[in-house]
Every structure is written in C-alpha cells, then in structure tokens.
C-alpha cells in the first residue's frame, strides 16, 4: 500500500509530501493544488502499466491528457525537470520500498532523467514495542546521462560483492516497467513487482451520471467514469450472492427522503451480455415500490453508487482516489458517505483518498479524523503549492476552538492561519 506521495517541481509544487492512511482528506480553496497532487497518483499509475512517458502526460487517444500536458508538468520559474516518489508498505509494515522517478521535460517529450528504487527492511524491538532503524538497500539506481542521450544506464542490486550488473534502457518508459520482464535478482524482481502491483491498483473515480444511465456490457472492473456500472453491479449480484445486493441497498436506502427498498441490476438484450441498474422506490406504504431504471435516478444516487460499487470491486490494499467525493450529495447525508467510507473501505482492505470543499462533510467527519486532514495552499511568496497535515498547525487548537473543522475551513481561517506573520496582518485588517 501507499503510504507517502513525495512531489519535486511537479506542476505547482516545489517540494511537498502527502501522508495516505486508511481514510485521507485533501482539502485547500481553488487552485491550491489537490489535483495537481492526484494528476501525480494518475501518471505512476500510467507508466507502471507500461504507457510511455509522453503519452501519459499528454494522452493518446485511449488515455485523456493530464491537466496542462507537457507545458505545465514541471514547475515554472524552475527548469525542465521534476521528481515524483512514493513510500510503498508491504502488508506486514516491515518492508518499505521508495521508489523515485526523475523526469525532463520539453515542449515535445518527457523522458527519463534519473530513477531508484530503495528497499527498507525493519525488525521488531526486543520487547515487541516499536521497529528499529531499518537496513537499507538500493534495489537498481541509474547514471548521470546526457540530454540528448535516448539510453540510460540501470545499476542493479545483486546481494555479492563485485560490481553491480547493469542494463541499458530506452528513457521513454520507466524503467520499472522495463526491467520488470528482465531476468533479475530475487530482491530487485520481488521490489519490483511489490511497486509495480500498487501502482496499477491506484484507480481514480470520477462518475459521471450522464455515462451512467445507459444499458452496459457486463464487467469485472469499474471504468474511471463508471459508465459500466450496471455490468459490474450485475456480475457481483451473481458472483457474491444477496449480500452484495444488500449492501448496496442498505446503504443507498438512505439518501432519498423515503426508502430506495432494493438497488439491483439485471442483464438484458438477447444474449444477457449487457445489463440495466434498476431500483424499487418506496414513496408511500399503500401502493407497491415503482420500479426506476438508471434513467430516472438522480445524480446524487447514481455517484453515491459509483464510490460504493468501486469499494466493493477494488482489490485489497489498493488506492481509491475520489475527487470532489460528496458532489451532488445533500449536505444532511454527509454522514452516511463518511461511515460508507470508513467501513466498506475497512472490511475490503481499501485506502481512500477524496478531495472535498464541503464543510458540512469536514464536520461529519469529527475531531477523531483531523489527523488524516491535509491542507493544499499556495505559498503567498513563491506561489508554490504546500501541503500541510492539519494537525502539524502550531496554532490548531486555537482555531479549533472557534468550532469544528468545516466550521472554520468556510470562514478561512485554516488559509489565514497558514500565512506568515507579516502577511496575516495586513490580511486581518482588511478583512
């Protein structure tokens, strides 16, 4: 699992980490940097799955362009060149592996500049209490090599004494994905494929109900936009029974002002290779629940299922990632998405990473979660984006004490606080 995003002039960052725990919330005003930090999950996503590098940034017909392409994937008043890394933890948190991509950038390509993979091995204190400092080893690391260059040399880790094995590799792809189907070392290829696996279960969810409504041919897997929702609801009603029904309805029973009584999904069309979302509306106890497809649902319900369906079908220790998480969900729900999260995403082993502006979502949430709430700004003298936990503000109990996280954000006073000194001043008196 991941459990640390490290940025280096990507985009708005100058240099910026982001903690992820079993539940993380990213908060910050417009253009303070959230997706620019998630559009960064988006590339190691990509190029883990083998997508050349300049592809990734700026699509290729399959894969959308990421905000900005080429032109804006490295910091300006920088040079061309950016870092993006992550912690990645085994499921027995005592092996951590860091791995580090370093990019240069032009107006017509992204290439590889300099690239490591680092293992850390811990061991339990005597005692049991606590691990001790671990014992590091770089599992492959490359050479300095040119601009102009279209190699770049690997140096591998072998566990013997000598020099390292080493490969040339094309600078077009990551050489993570390069050298995972090359003959290696138990520890490099084990280190390898332990990243490689994260990477690829990062998934990015962002339903669109327009996408939604429509007829969809069964599925495993859930697209980005969920418009297979309906295919991939009716294959897991049948691979797991009623319980996955009942998990669904009992959770969505909930969002409208009188009972949805049962969500479902069936197949249709001749050959039952596709499927429909339907579900049973109880508006009044005397007249049987009417039967709504897809069609007529509301996009609120229709997202809400989305993020639900995507918990249910996500592999364990994989990453969920949901920008904007409670759009088109009413303010007085705002509970039922933060115990839906926490739960299903619990029992299914599933990180879950949202963005939010929704104060009465930061108020559910309660002051039990401030530690996994980060705060994306803009630096007033760089205009660099930072990221700040919530509960490394110096001054958080104070504000706190002005009421509850929600409370505070839509009042400003969390941006106000993150100010320097000089500024905060001048800003207090205009305001």
Known sequence: MIVQLQLENWKSFESASLNIDKLSVL??????????????????????????????????????PLRGGLEWASRKLHDDTFAIAIVCRTADDMTDYVYRIECYVSDK?????????????????????????????????TDACAPESPTINARLHSGKQGRAPQRQLGRGQSLLFQLSGQKLSQDVQDGILEVISTLRDIFVLDPIPSHMRGYSPLADNLDGDARNIA?????????????????????????????????????VGKFQTDAMLYCEEQWTDSRPAPTVDARGMSDGTLRFLAILT?????????????????????????????????????????????????????????????????VAHRNPSTGSSCLVPLDEMANLPKLLAQGPVGQISSKGLI????????????????G
């Open 27 to 64: 908060i910050g005003t417009n253009a303070s940097g959230k997706s620019n930090a998630l559009d960064a999950l988006i590339l190691l996503n990509r190029i883990a799955s083998g997508a050349p590098l300049t592809n990734a940034i700026q699509g290729d017909g399959v894969q959308t």
């Open 109 to 141: 390509r992204c290439e590889v500049n300099a690239e490591e993979l680092t293992r850390k091995k811990y061991r339990i204190r005597k005692g049991g209490k606590g691990r001790n400092k671990p014992l590091e080893s770089v599992l492959f690391s």
């Open 231 to 267: 295919g991939v609801i009716a294959v897991l009603t049948q691979n797991g029974g009623q319980s996955v029904q009942t998990i669904l309805s009992q959770y969505v029973s909930k969002l409208p002002e009188r009972d949805i009584k049962k969500v479902y999904a069936e197949r």
């Open 310 to 374: 995507a918990l249910l079908t996500r592999p364990k220790g994989s990453l969920l990632v949901i920008e904007e998480v409670d759009n088109g969900l009413h303010p007085s729900r705002s509970n039922l998405l933060i115990d839906m999260l926490r739960k299903v995403g619990e029992q299914k082993g599933v990180d879950v990473l949202v963005t939010t502006h929704s104060p009465a979502l930061l108020d559910a949430m309660g002051s039990e979660m401030v530690p996994y709430i980060t």
């Open 415 to 430: 941006e106000r606080a993150l100010r320097p000194v000089n500024l905060r001043f001048d800003f207090e008196k205009a």
